[in-house]
């Protein structure tokens, strides 16, 4: 099923318990992205919170966020595990809201169901982050 997913507006997020191979399936999904000469760019959700913040810090947001909402296609590894500072989800929710605006896909893996990953993000914040994703990826459980 992991391999039967398209390049297209919609993105790829996969869940489970941690050991089902939920990024290795991800890995096989963007080698076929890479051959097909798509731009790509690979994060953990700590590495994730790690620029964000460096970028942040060094006047550098802007072009970074910019780099991450044009990609063809952006991964996010393990969301969910990280902890994210307010301004870090607010940049992920608004990179979110930028490339299903711009029809450019996200695949992301997570150990995390809709209410764990809420119980992880500010409240005003999880509702609208989780119905995007939703609406905007094809879910897996693995």
């Known amino acids: 099923k992991v391999l039967d997913w398209r390049y297209g ?7 489970g318990d941690t050991g089902h191979c939920k990024t290795r399936a991800i890995w096989r999904v963007l080698h076929k992205l890479f051959l097909e000469r798509k731009s790509i760019v690979a994060l953990t959700a700590a590495r994730f919170d790690r ?4 970028a942040g810090g060094n006047f550098t947001l802007s072009a970074w966020f ?4 044009s990609v063809d296609a952006l991964f996010v590894d393990d969301l969910g595990k990280g902890a994210w500072t307010q301004a870090t ?3 992920f929710f608004d ?3 930028t490339r299903t605006r ?3 896909p996200l695949l992301v893996t997570s150990n995390d169901n809709g ?3 809420a119980d992880r993000l500010s409240e005003g914040r999880a509702e609208p982050l989780i119905r995007r994703l939703r609406d ?5 459980v693995l």
Do not use: F, S
């Open 95 to 97: 990179l979110v809201d």
């Open 136 to 140: 905007y990826c094809e879910m897996l």
């Open 66 to 69: 910019d780099r991450l909402a």
């Open 9 to 15: 507006n919609r993105g790829l997020l996969i869940r």
């Open 89 to 91: 989800e607010a940049q």
């Open 51 to 54: 620029q964000c913040r460096d």
């Open 115 to 117: 209410a764990t990953l």
């Open 102 to 104: 711009e029809g450019l």
